[in-house]
Nanobody, 115 residues
Framework: QVQVVESGGGLVQAGGSLRLSCAVS????????MGWYRQAPGKQRDLVAT???????NYADSVKGRFTISRGNTKNTVYLQMNSLKPEDAAVYYC?????????WGQGTQVTVSS
């Protein structure tokens, strides 16, 4: 059974940093794009950052220069380094992994930023 598991969320003060991790386990092949999305209460789920298998990266304008997405050596892992966090970054962060046939989501990890 394929699973997408996020970790690394938590409570941090404004200006602080967190590192999110995501791993896809199980029998799955051909993961291309992996990424992070976030959803604050009462809002839609928005893109934070994506990275393709070839290394092409896309960031939301709101996180450019503060967040860094990277893939692990196994290519089934993805990380999000979040620096200079702001209260408006608080949300549930979801990991996404895509193949030609599948669009996989994790359960989400909560990020809380205190002002």
């Amino acid at each position: 059974q394929v699973q997408v598991v996020e970790s690394g969320g938590g409570l941090v003060q404004a200006g602080g940093s967190l590192r999110l991790s995501c791993a896809v386990s199980g029998s799955i092949f051909g993961i291309n794009t992996m990424g992070w999305y976030r959803q604050a209460p009462g809002k839609q789920r928005d893109l934070v950052a994506t990275i393709t298998g070839g290394g092409t990266i896309n960031y939301a304008d709101s996180v450019k220069g503060r967040f860094t997405i990277s893939r692990g050596n196994t290519k089934n892992t993805v990380y999000l380094q979040m620096n200079s966090l702001k209260p408006e970054d608080a949300a549930v962060y979801y990991c996404n992994a895509r193949t030609i046939r599948s669009d996989l989501w994790g359960q989400g990890t909560q990020v809380t930023v205190s002002s």
